[in-house]
């Protein structure tokens, strides 16, 4: 009887078969779906991708597959996506592109040869801005496809992934989010031990919305009972089941391979160990296959053909015939490209594993020597990656170390620097295994391991830099290296303040008195006044010092005042005269363009729209903020400097109350997912908004952000609105203690007398915490930081006011709320305005001012309904119950108010179900079912789910049709 060596039917996948098609109708509707599909080697991942696949072209979907290859962390960035998207472009042709094939050319070199004799020399990039344009670039593409049918995107082995591959994949699940897009990963979860990196992208991925996990589990007694029957053409014996069942434990391709192996009726000779079972095959094929078979397992999972046969040295007709026997057993397959793949990794491994020492380096050397010789026989752009591996895994150590580093080179300019930095890490591991490594990379240790160093902080792994730092300053001399030294231990004071470990002070002020005893000359010019710019926020009136210094020197040596980081700096920190400081802005940026200086240009955007936004000229703010953010995407540093500028907007677009912008302006900032504190304030200021509109996700962002007060140290620009967002957040759960406790510590702050930008909004939160508790002492620390806190600007007047109006008593309360209500118009941010109208309202309502109480309470509902800002919505309809103002924020302003979703809430209630079932019926937790049942109570202005079904049929909210069952 014939054995097949592979089933055709897919067994026991019923419930994950279902879940992938569900997936793809959300997908179809228009919702970005992801789905991590995860399982134990062999446990039929691809089998079911197959199936799945399959199914989907069927219904008219586009599919593209891409596999990560097993190269490592250092191995090629981005391979599947290449993959996919080759095959986009032997499908639709360069013209899908969208006349970006050069900025593609990353990803598909093929794509940028015909340009390539044209191309201007590019030295390694500085940032890794130019990546987030080439993610953009990715996601609109996909999003073009999708437009045109739903599209699949399956990349398969993620536990193989580099980083550049997820953060891609990243990207594209927490912040492009392209529509009628399902993105399928899938991973071995038998490879996740602890401590790799894909463990901790998983759990990010989980806190995404849309993104779904679906495990493989094994296979029951039943399940192995079915493939065996399907392989064997029979029914096996009872005794053949149980034995194969607990050898493999219902792993299907372990199965597979027991039933060939074994005796094809009964399967009862089986091997005895995992790697006799998967050398089995192996090992009954003729020798000239298996001999074949080793050589292509040293050059990886996927082959070419003319690799293997520049390597094997074979005659043509010979090594097709071997390739053919594979082919035959199944142990190998072919693609339509011509060249080969190994039908599981496992087999691959065990085969390589099985080569002899001196063989398993005489392989790799083969290979290493044939692509140096020949790149073309690998993928576009595999070359410089491959050639560094196989050097490597052949112990070659000078030539490992002399692939490494350019293997960095082409990872830079592929802008995937943490392979960058992961080459250049084995390049340093290499360093003292090579006599004459000096000679062969033309530099000493100590520059390669500040290559290594700016690798890392480009690549935003900032605690790795700051033990680079060390080991450079360890080996550095600093009498006869002075501003090699001080460049060191500039850097190690920037990366303690933005891990937040220290304020780097004590390396800061080393780091000067080494530059200062340096050489003169540009070089100096330029260290000193990075060491004033990071001085800034720690001493300004030093950092003012050294960049003076630095100033003076300037001329000398032919460098641009104007174009000084510091001079920038320095116009936001300290005494400042923020009208005139905007002119200098203005004449640095001019300057800045017209030396093509691009991140002094946005450096001058992001200060300028900061300044803006502070002087009260919100629209202003937004608008140049925006023009900054497409002025730093034309220059290509969009993800770096430039992402401030996006902060920048989304704090314009609040003050103005274009909260759904500056929402969407956030997500697009958290793409970029940065180390330490830098991206600290988009998360404060998401936090916030979402604590203001009650968003479910609150808690989440609010915590997130709060954990960064546990730091030994945050600069206080920082510090003190995470103050404010503890006090709000205390308030909103209405934990009286904690707000008390979190108000207390924020008004002890040794930093706030000396930011009124940031410590108005701190008093005024104090003030309210104070009033809500009646805590007098809270309210007199309040009362002496304010009576001495500069009030310059229009935010910080009208919350001056606020917290004058706060601390009132007695008949002092009301003309202090109308004098704070007139301050907040006046600087013209609505949410303020909002809860000091409610205020005033109390305050009226209390004096018998009935019509101003009424007129308040409208404007109020008015604002929180503009806004979304249900608990603004909830207070005002509270305070009309409560002083007999039914029509200032009843029912009517209240149903207007509600979500889709609140609605189909809604209707369910009418129906009488219970929050369990109105959980079950829209997919939803029963936490989250009773949290919209609360705010449709609130916005209604009822008291109870009988109350809120009355109103509803009452006004015709029922009328819609109903939720499907």
Same mark, same amino acid.
Not at 186 to 197: K, M
Not at 388 to 413: E, F, I, K, N, S
Not at 672 to 682: A, C, K, N, Q, R
Not at 946 to 956: C, D, I, N, T
């Given at each position: 009887?014939?054995?097949?060596?592979?089933?055709?039917?897919?067994?026991?996948?019923?419930?994950?078969?279902?879940?992938?098609?569900?997936?793809?109708?959300?997908?179809?509707?228009?919702?970005?779906?992801?789905?991590?599909?995860?399982?134990?080697?062999?446990?039929?991942?691809?089998?079911?991708?197959?199936?799945?696949?399959?199914?989907?072209?069927?219904?008219?979907?586009?599919?593209?597959?891409?596999?990560?290859?097993?190269?490592?962390?250092?191995?090629?960035?981005?391979?599947?996506?290449?993959?996919?998207?080759?095959?986009?472009?032997?499908?639709?042709?360069?013209?899908?592109?969208?006349?970006?094939?050069?900025?593609?050319?990353?990803?598909?070199?093929?794509?940028?040869?015909?340009?390539?004799?044209?191309?201007?020399?590019?030295?390694?990039?500085?940032?890794?801005?130019?990546?987030?344009?080439?993610?953009?670039?990715?996601?609109?593409?996909?999003?073009?496809?999708?437009?045109?049918?739903?599209?699949?995107?399956?990349?398969?082995?993620?536990?193989?992934?580099?980083?550049?591959?997820?953060?891609?994949?990243?990207?594209?699940?927490?912040?492009?989010?392209?529509?009628?897009?399902?993105?399928?990963?899938?991973?071995?979860?038998?490879?996740?031990?602890?401590?790799?990196?894909?463990?901790?992208?998983?759990?990010?991925?989980?806190?995404?919305?849309?993104?779904?996990?679906?495990?493989?589990?094994?296979?029951?007694?039943?399940?192995?009972?079915?493939?065996?029957?399907?392989?064997?053409?029979?029914?096996?014996?009872?005794?053949?089941?149980?034995?194969?069942?607990?050898?493999?434990?219902?792993?299907?391709?372990?199965?597979?391979?027991?039933?060939?192996?074994?005796?094809?009726?009964?399967?009862?000779?089986?091997?005895?160990?995992?790697?006799?079972?998967?050398?089995?095959?192996?090992?009954?094929?003729?020798?000239?296959?298996?001999?074949?078979?080793?050589?292509?397992?040293?050059?990886?999972?996927?082959?070419?053909?003319?690799?293997?046969?520049?390597?094997?040295?074979?005659?043509?007709?010979?090594?097709?015939?071997?390739?053919?026997?594979?082919?035959?057993?199944?142990?190998?397959?072919?693609?339509?490209?011509?060249?080969?793949?190994?039908?599981?990794?496992?087999?691959?491994?065990?085969?390589?594993?099985?080569?002899?020492?001196?063989?398993?380096?005489?392989?790799?050397?083969?290979?290493?020597?044939?692509?140096?010789?020949?790149?073309?026989?690998?993928?576009?752009?595999?070359?410089?990656?491959?050639?560094?591996?196989?050097?490597?895994?052949?112990?070659?150590?000078?030539?490992?170390?002399? =692939? +490494? &580093?350019? $293997? *960095?080179?082409? #990872?830079? @300019?592929?802008? /995937?620097?943490?392979?960058?930095?992961? %080459? !250049?890490?084995?390049?340093?591991?290499?360093?003292?295994?090579?006599?004459?490594?000096?000679?062969?990379?033309?530099?000493?240790?100590?520059?390669?391991?500040?290559?290594?160093?700016?690798?890392?902080?480009?690549?935003?792994?900032?605690?790795?830099?700051?033990?680079?730092?060390?080991?450079?300053?360890?080996?550095?001399?600093?009498?006869?290296?002075?501003?090699?030294?001080?460049?060191?231990?500039?850097?190690?004071?920037?990366?303690?303040?933005?891990?937040?470990?220290?304020?780097?002070?004590?390396?800061?002020?080393?780091?000067?008195?080494?530059?200062?005893?340096?050489?003169?000359?540009?070089?100096?010019?330029?260290?000193?006044?990075?060491?004033?710019?990071?001085?800034?926020?720690?001493?300004?009136?030093? =950092? +003012? &010092?050294? $960049? *003076?210094?630095? #100033?003076? @020197?300037?001329? /000398?040596?032919?460098?641009?005042?104007? %174009? !000084?980081?510091?001079?920038?700096?320095?116009?936001?920190?300290?005494?400042?005269?923020?009208?005139?400081?905007?002119?200098?802005?203005?004449?640095?940026?001019?300057?800045?363009?017209?030396?093509?200086?691009?991140?002094?240009?946005?450096?001058?955007?992001?200060?300028?729209?900061?300044?803006?936004?502070?002087?009260?000229?919100?629209?202003?703010?937004?608008?140049?903020?925006?023009?900054?953010?497409?002025?730093?995407?034309?220059?290509?540093?969009?993800?770096?400097?430039?992402?401030?500028?996006?902060?920048?907007?989304?704090?314009?677009?609040?003050?103005?109350?274009?909260?759904?912008?500056?929402?969407?302006?956030?997500?697009?900032?958290?793409?970029?997912?940065?180390?330490?504190?830098?991206?600290?304030?988009?998360?404060?200021?998401? $936090?916030?908004?979402?604590?203001?509109?009650?968003?479910?996700?609150?808690?989440?962002?609010?915590?997130?952000?709060?954990?960064?007060?546990?730091?030994?140290?945050?600069?206080?620009?920082?510090?003190?609105?995470?103050?404010?967002?503890?006090?709000?957040?205390?308030?909103?759960?209405?934990?009286?203690?904690?707000?008390?406790?979190?108000?207390?510590?924020?008004?002890?702050?040794?930093?706030?007398?000396?930011?009124?930008?940031?410590?108005?909004?701190?008093?005024?939160?104090?003030?309210?915490?104070?009033?809500?508790?009646?805590?007098?002492?809270?309210?007199?620390?309040?009362?002496?930081?304010?009576?001495?806190?500069?009030?310059?600007?229009?935010?910080?007047?009208?919350?001056?006011?606020?917290?004058?109006?706060?601390?009132?008593?007695?008949?002092?309360?009301?003309?202090?709320?109308?004098?704070?209500?007139?301050?907040?118009?006046?600087?013209?941010?609505?949410?303020?305005?909002?809860?000091?109208?409610?205020?005033?309202?109390?305050?009226?309502?209390?004096?018998?001012?009935?019509?101003?109480?009424?007129?308040?309470?409208?404007?109020?509902?008015?604002?929180?309904?503009?806004?979304?800002?249900?608990?603004?919505?909830?207070?005002?309809?509270?305070?009309?119950?409560?002083?007999?103002?039914?029509?200032?924020?009843?029912?009517?302003?209240?149903?207007?108010?509600?979500?889709?979703?609140?609605?189909?809430?809604?209707?369910?209630?009418?129906?009488?179900?219970?929050?369990?079932?109105?959980?079950?019926?829209?997919?939803?937790?029963?936490?989250?079912?009773?949290?919209?049942?609360?705010?449709?109570?609130?916005?209604?202005?009822?008291?109870?789910?009988?109350?809120?079904?009355?109103?509803?049929?009452?006004?015709?909210?029922?009328?819609?049709?109903?939720?499907?069952?």
């Amino acid at each position: 009887m014939t054995v097949r060596a592979a089933s055709s039917v897919l067994v026991g996948r019923h419930r994950e078969t279902a879940a992938l098609r569900d997936a793809l109708g959300r997908a179809r509707a228009g919702e970005p779906t992801t789905v991590l599909v995860g399982g134990e080697a062999g446990v039929g991942k691809t089998r079911l991708l197959e199936e799945f696949a399959g199914w989907a072209t069927d219904g008219a979907a586009r599919v593209l597959v891409g596999q990560c290859l097993e190269l490592g962390e250092a191995g090629l960035p981005f391979a599947p996506f290449a993959a996919a998207l080759r095959a986009v472009l032997r499908a639709d042709g360069p013209e899908v592109f969208a006349g970006y094939e050069a900025e593609f050319a990353p990803l598909l070199p093929e794509l940028g040869r015909a340009s390539a004799t044209l191309a201007a020399p590019r030295s390694v990039a500085l940032s890794d801005a130019p990546r987030g344009y080439l993610f953009d670039l990715v996601a609109e593409l996909f999003q073009r496809l999708a437009d045109a049918r739903p599209l699949v995107l399956i990349i398969e082995d993620l536990h193989w992934a580099d980083r550049s591959t997820r953060d891609l994949i990243g990207f594209l699940v927490r912040a492009a989010r392209p529509g009628r897009l399902l993105l399928v990963c899938t991973y071995r979860t038998d490879e996740l031990q602890r401590g790799h990196p894909l463990r901790p992208f998983l759990a990010e991925l989980d806190r995404a919305r849309g993104v779904e996990r679906v495990e493989l589990g094994r296979l029951d007694r039943d399940g192995t009972a079915a493939i065996l029957a399907d392989l064997l053409g029979a029914e096996p014996l009872a005794r053949a089941v149980d034995d194969v069942h607990d050898r493999t434990q219902g792993n299907p391709f372990f199965i597979e391979e027991l039933a060939v192996a074994g005796d094809p009726i009964g399967c009862a000779a089986l091997p005895e160990t995992l790697r006799d079972l998967l050398l089995a095959r192996v090992d009954r094929l003729p020798e000239p296959t298996q001999r074949v078979l080793r050589i292509a397992a040293a050059g990886g999972t996927r082959f070419a053909h003319d690799l293997l046969a520049e390597v094997a040295g074979l005659p043509e007709a010979e090594l097709e015939d071997a390739l053919r026997a594979a082919v035959a057993a199944q142990l190998v397959v072919a693609d339509r490209d011509g060249d080969y793949e190994f039908r599981h990794a496992l087999v691959r491994e065990a085969v390589h594993d099985e080569l002899l020492p001196g063989e398993h380096a005489r392989l790799h050397a083969r290979f290493a020597a044939a692509i140096e010789a020949q790149p073309h026989l690998v993928a576009a752009g595999r070359a410089p990656a491959e050639i560094a591996h196989h050097w490597y895994a052949a112990h070659d150590h000078p030539r490992a170390l002399v =692939a +490494a &580093r350019a $293997a *960095a080179g082409a #990872a830079a @300019d592929r802008y /995937a620097y943490a392979e960058q930095r992961r %080459l !250049l890490e084995r390049a340093l591991e290499l360093w003292e295994l090579v006599p004459d490594a000096a000679d062969l990379l033309g530099m000493d240790h100590l520059a390669l391991l500040e290559q290594t160093l700016d690798a890392a902080v480009t690549a935003g792994d900032f605690s790795r830099a700051i033990t680079l730092t060390r080991a450079g300053l360890a080996e550095v001399d600093a009498d006869a290296a002075p501003l090699r030294a001080s460049r060191l231990l500039d850097q190690r004071g920037r990366l303690m303040a933005l891990l937040g470990k220290s304020d780097g002070s004590r390396e800061l002020d080393e780091a000067y008195r080494l530059a200062a005893g340096g050489p003169p000359g540009a070089e100096r010019v330029r260290l000193l006044a990075d060491i004033a710019t990071h001085l800034v926020k720690i001493d300004p009136q030093k =950092a +003012a &010092r050294v $960049a *003076a210094e630095a #100033a003076t @020197d300037a001329e /000398a040596f032919g460098v641009n005042v104007a %174009l !000084l980081s510091t001079r920038i700096a320095l116009l936001c920190h300290g005494e400042r005269d923020l009208t005139g400081g905007l002119a200098v802005l203005g004449q640095a940026a001019a300057a800045a363009r017209a030396a093509g200086d691009a991140p002094t240009l946005v450096l001058a955007m992001v200060f300028e729209s900061d300044m803006l936004c502070e002087l009260g000229r919100y629209a202003e703010s937004a608008q140049a903020a925006e023009a900054g953010v497409a002025e730093a995407r034309r220059v290509g540093i969009s993800r770096s400097t430039g992402a401030y500028l996006l902060s920048n907007r989304a704090e314009a677009l609040i003050a103005l109350g274009r909260w759904d912008e500056a929402e969407a302006v956030c997500a697009e900032a958290a793409r970029i997912d940065l180390s330490g504190v830098t991206g600290l304030h988009w998360l404060q200021l998401g $936090a916030g908004l979402r604590l203001a509109r009650a968003h479910p996700g609150a808690d989440e962002l609010v915590d997130r952000a709060l954990t960064f007060l546990g730091r030994p140290y945050l600069w206080p620009n920082h510090r003190l609105p995470l103050h404010e967002l503890a006090i709000e957040a205390a308030l909103a759960a209405d934990d009286k203690v904690e707000a008390v406790r979190a108000a207390r510590v924020a008004v002890a702050d040794e930093s706030l007398p000396q930011l009124p930008r940031e410590g108005w909004p701190v008093l005024s939160a104090a003030a309210r915490t104070a009033a809500r508790v009646s805590d007098r002492e809270l309210a007199a620390a309040v009362a002496a930081l304010a009576a001495d806190l500069p009030a310059l600007h229009p935010a910080a007047r009208a919350h001056a006011a606020q917290v004058t109006a706060l601390l009132a008593v007695g008949d002092q309360a009301l003309p202090a709320w109308r004098t704070a209500v007139d301050a907040w118009r006046a600087d013209g941010q609505p949410y303020p305005l909002g809860r000091a109208l409610l205020a005033l309202a109390e305050a009226t309502a209390a004096a018998g001012e009935r019509d101003e109480t009424a007129a308040a309470v409208t404007e109020a509902t008015e604002i929180g309904g503009r806004l979304g800002a249900a608990p603004l919505v909830e207070a005002a309809a509270t305070l009309a119950r409560r002083v007999g103002l039914r029509g200032a924020a009843g029912g009517g302003a209240g149903a207007a108010l509600l979500t889709a979703r609140e609605r189909e809430v809604l209707r369910l209630v009418a129906e009488g179900h219970s929050n369990s079932r109105i959980a079950e019926r829209l997919f939803i937790s029963p936490k989250t079912a009773s949290v919209h049942v609360s705010r449709i109570i609130a916005k209604l202005g009822v008291t109870n789910r009988v109350e809120a079904a009355a109103l509803a049929h009452r006004l015709g909210l029922l009328t819609e049709s109903a939720v499907p069952r």
